[in-house]
């Protein structure tokens, strides 16, 4: 990655203010209307690799390189975060090889880019039910988590080992049990103190405005389900390790051109 700087705007000869271009932006692409929160379900890895009769490990190394020029992209057009559902609850029920194989994927990527999160101000959170995973791999996330945790320029959400449906149900469980304890009255609950027991709590924009699926699919996949109440949905075509600048453009171009109304 890069660094990514903001152009300075001067003025003209005869000191007149020069009309304003960001140069950082791709032409079209407004500032005032650029999402805070994206989320993206990256689909289509397998497909990928198969269309090409490649392992599907291919695919998934495939899958991350995309993954990184999005980041860059979040970071250089200024989105402040970017949640990407990497492994879901269901995804255990994948073959045990491929499990492994995603868990070893899940552990380089982290170390082989921490050093891009440092440089670039990245601060890492990852949610989900982290206790399944390999002992190895929760240790290196709670170190990265720690170590990231005051980086201000972007945040990177990775949803691993999770559902939209465990998120709340875990919240709900948290409420329980402070309702037990005499912590909170269950007459005082109310969606506020539900949002704070949610896992993308860890934001200071825990609600996507814009989500994008890839691969042509038309369902959320149980991903987020409390925090979509009012995101704008895109499906994209393009199997995730396709999915690049242009098609990233495309979705933030239509999201620019909707009116939201967030049930008004």
């Known amino acids: 990655m890069e660094h990514f700087t903001l152009n300075h705007h001067g003025k003209g000869e005869e000191g007149e203010e020069e009309e304003e271009v960001d140069e950082t ?3 079209g692409l407004r500032r005032e209307a650029i999402p805070r929160h994206v989320a993206v379900i990256m689909d289509g890895n397998r497909r990928w690799a198969r269309s090409r009769d490649l392992h599907v490990r291919s695919g998934y ?7 990184r020029t999005i980041v860059e992209l979040c970071c250089k057009w200024g989105i402040k975060v970017l949640s990407v559902f990497a492994f879901s609850s269901d995804n255990w029920f994948r073959p045990k090889v491929e499990v492994e194989l995603l868990m070893s994927l ?5 170390q082989e880019d ?28 709670l170190n990265l988590e720690e170590t990231t945790k005051n980086n201000t320029h972007f945040q990177l959400i990775v949803a691993v080992s999770y559902s939209g449906q465990y998120d709340v149900v875990q919240a709900c469980q948290r409420l329980a049990l402070k309702a037990k304890h005499g912590l909170v009255e269950p007459g005082d609950i109310d969606t506020s103190l539900i949002e704070q027991e949610l896992e993308t709590n860890c934001s200071e924009f ?3 405005d814009l989500l994008i699926r890839t691969s042509g699919e038309f369902r959320i996949s149980n991903f987020m389900l409390w925090q979509l109440a009012y995101t704008e949905l895109f499906f994209a075509q393009s199997l995730w390790p396709d999915f690049g600048e242009a098609e990233f ?16």
């Open 249 to 264: 453009l495309k979705a933030l171009l239509a999201f620019q051109q909707r009116q939201r109304r967030y049930g008004g």
């Open 206 to 208: 825990p609600h996507p």
């Open 114 to 141: 921490t050093g891009i999160f440092l440089r670039e101000n990245i601060r890492i959170s990852v949610i989900g039910d982290l206790a399944k995973l390999p002992e190895a791999l929760q240790e290196l996330i």
């Open 25 to 27: 932006l791709p032409l």
């Open 61 to 67: 190394e495939a899958g991350a390189r995309s993954l």
């Open 106 to 110: 899940f552990e380089r990527g982290m």
